[in-house]
């Protein structure tokens, strides 16, 4: 069920509309004890060709902010609320936009850039809305810190499932971003979920972990003053523990923090660049530095395009309140959601699979050969392909492969991401078997069919 929210008509985004956040949460929440402060975010301390659809799945009005409901598992009572645009790419990319403390879905889609941007790119976006009185995201619960564990993850999770079966969305292009309690949420839902999202933005915000409880209070003052410090491999860990036993590829992250934040402090923004470098596994080192704008210092982690594994924007005298017109273009360039799309992919007929089987009496092994057949490079691929009745993958090598039976997808290893127009990769799994062995008999690179 959908409700189409006529009287949010969208808005430029202004610098003094988001001024006013700061001295509104301080109104709201110093006056608040501190054991009922808000879970993170804009929070100051105590005292933002579809697809047939089922019944309950039918697909929202296009061009207009959209409530949808009964969109699946919602332990918090979150509301999902839904931008499609007119003109929607085919497997269109999706976009997760968190709003700040005290805001709301509707808020931060009529006062940020994001619907605008879809509007030029053709993605799909959405705006969960938290019901809590403090109108602030769940980033310090356990169960919020553990993927699957419950609270506002799962039901943000749900949502996406929802788009990606009403819309037939590409599910190798889903983004997170948010600011304040937002950004704190796109650190705790790429911690959880790092098979969903290929990347997230944070607009101020504190590293995964930072804002854990166990005592049912909302507020970590000592994370929101930046004096929790952990070594890289530590916050990694926190990040790690998440989803213990997940080996596939990690989403990239940009983090934006100004040098004067006094509602989440400026030390966080170090510990974010020591967490995510960790995940990554690539060095603290910048691989370049840059200044793109007036008081703006930009390093480059692991790479030195728009689109390395961690960017990092340092803004000189800034406060809490930072985002402003422009950022979110930003965003969708790190993404790859511009007018340079994503990274090239082939055309249908571009790519060629082929499968050989080794089998015994209760096994098998696979080896799958990835030939790009068009002529642009492949930078990073998911491989899709249904394994006959009755065989599970037991092990796998090349490739993250999820789930193990059935309709599967093998996602590219760091070393092999690239496939030059005529190049191969070789991949393979080892799977069980009650009797039939045949290898797949159809694959898709990046959802284009590919010759077999």
């Known amino acids: 069920m959908s409700t189409t929210v006529g009287t949010t008509a969208r808005r430029p985004l202004r610098t003094t509309l988001l001024a006013g956040l700061v001295p509104l949460l301080a109104a709201v929440l110093f006056a608040a004890p501190q054991s009922s402060a808000a879970p993170g975010a804009a929070a100051v301390p105590p005292g933002a060709q579809a697809a047939p659809a089922a019944p309950a799945e039918r697909a929202a009005p296009a061009a207009s902010l959209t409530e949808v409901t009964n969109f ?24 997760v936009a968190v709003h ?109 972990g930072c804002f854990a409880t166990t005592d049912g209070s909302e507020w970590n003052s000592a994370c929101a003053n930046g004096t929790v410090t952990h070594t890289p491999k530590e916050w990694g860990d926190l990040v790690r523990n998440a989803y213990p036993g997940y080996s596939g590829p990690c989403p990239r992250m940009q983090l934006w923090h100004g040098t004067q934040d006094d509602v989440l402090r400026y030390p966080n923004f170090g510990e974010m660049i020591k967490q995510w470098t960790d995940v990554q596994g690539i060095s603290q080192t910048p691989a370049r530095t840059d200044s ?41 360039t790190f993404f790859g959601l511009d007018s340079g799309g994503p990274a090239p992919q082939p055309p249908p007929g571009g790519c060629k699979v082929s499968v050989t089987t080794n089998a015994w009496s209760t096994g098998l092994t696979a080896s799958v050969t990835i030939t790009n057949t068009g002529t642009t490079a492949v930078n990073g691929w998911k491989l899709g392909f249904t394994l006959p009745a009755g065989q599970t993958i037991t092990n796998g090598w090349g490739a993250a492969y999820a789930p193990a039976s059935g309709a599967v997808t093998a996602t590219n290893a760091t070393y092999n991401a690239t496939i030059a127009p005529g190049a191969s990769v070789g991949i393979g799994y080892q799977a069980s078997h009650t009797g039939g062995s045949a290898g797949p008999g159809a694959f898709t690179l990046n959802g284009a069919n590919c010759t077999t």
């Open 72 to 95: 699946g598992t919602n332990p918090s009572n979150l509301q999902m609320y839904l931008y499609v645009p007119d003109t929607v790419t085919e497997n269109p990319a999706v976009l």
């Open 100 to 208: 700040w403390c005290t805001g709301s879905g509707p808020v931060f889609y009529q006062n940020t850039e994001f619907a605008s941007l879809a509007d030029r790119y053709g993605f799909i976006v959405v705006y969960p809305s938290v019901t809590r009185s403090s109108k602030c995201f769940d980033v310090s619960s356990p169960q919020a810190l553990k993927r699957g564990g419950g609270s506002d993850p799962v039901g943000i999770k749900s949502m996406i499932d929802y788009v990606t079966r009403t819309y037939h969305a590409d599910t190798g292009r889903i983004f997170a971003t948010g600011v304040s309690s937002g950004a704190m949420m796109t650190n705790v839902l790429l911690g959880d979920y790092p098979d969903v999202f290929a990347g997230g933005a944070a607009f101020a915000g504190v590293p995964f």
């Open 292 to 332: 793109p704008a007036s008081g703006w210092t930009r390093t480059r982690y692991g790479s030195t395009g728009d689109r390395a594994p961690v960017e990092a924007i340092s803004l000189q005298g800034v406060g809490h309140n930072l985002i402003t017109t422009g950022m979110a273009a930003r965003v969708i």
